[in-house]
Structure formats: C-alpha cells, structure tokens
C-alpha cells in the first residue's frame, strides 16, 4: 500500500485545513489509519486513528473537539478535518496503516505517507 498525504499549508491561528490520505496499491478495508505530527526537534507524535471498516476513532486528548477523521468509502481516502487551528497545532503531519485499534506509537504502524507540512500562525 501507499500512502498519498496532501493538503496542508499555512493558516491563521482559529482556521481551519483538510488534509487527505489516499491509498494505491491496495484498499484501507480491515486496515488503521493513523494520523500523526513531528514538530521540528520533537519526537512523531500521534493524533488520531481511524477504525476504516466502521469509522470509529480515537484520538489524542490535545485534539478532542478540534479535529476529526471522516473517510470516504468510495475514494479509499481518509481526512483530518483540523479546525480552530492553534500555533502549537505547526508541523509535518503524515498517515500511515497499521493493524492495530488505538495504535499511538509510530512503530505499530506499517506504512507511511510523505508528509504535509501544516503552519499555523499566530
């Protein structure tokens, strides 16, 4: 499977971004996806996860209420719907596939997008 992560850029803190992960190659059905974040000098963080044959999502507490995780069956996509965007919220965000319900570590996931870069300024 790969992985295709777009739609990041740059916003005004309290805005709002969509990103997309697309799949090819292979279908997201029985699969994870992970959202997660690296801030320049920090560890890869994670955001959320998404169950893809019932939707179901868990995600990290700094997020809750701001960010959620729709999927599009037909597109074999998933999105993080990011809103009331925070300066803390900057940096590159990438999907992956794993096979585990709430995988928040990095190595529980198998394969990896490239990256989006997400700026948000104050």
């Known amino acids: 499977v790969q992985l295709q992560a777009s739609g990041g850029g740059l916003v005004q803190a309290g805005g709002s971004l969509r990103l997309s992960c697309a799949a090819s190659?292979?279908?997201?059905?029985?699969?994870?996806i992970g959202w997660f974040r690296q801030a320049p000098g920090k560890e890869r963080e994670f955001v959320s996860t998404i169950r893809w044959n019932d939707g179901n999502t868990y995600s990290n507490h700094s997020v809750k209420g701001r960010f959620t995780s729709p999927r599009d069956n037909a597109k074999n996509t998933v999105y993080l719907q990011m809103n009331n965007l925070k300066p803390e919220d900057t940096a590159v965000y990438y999907c992956a596939v794993g096979r585990s319900w709430y995988a928040t570590d990095p190595y529980q996931y198998d394969y990896w997008g490239q990256g989006t870069q997400v700026t948000v300024s104050s």
């Open positions: 190659g292979g279908t997201f059905s029985g699969y994870f």
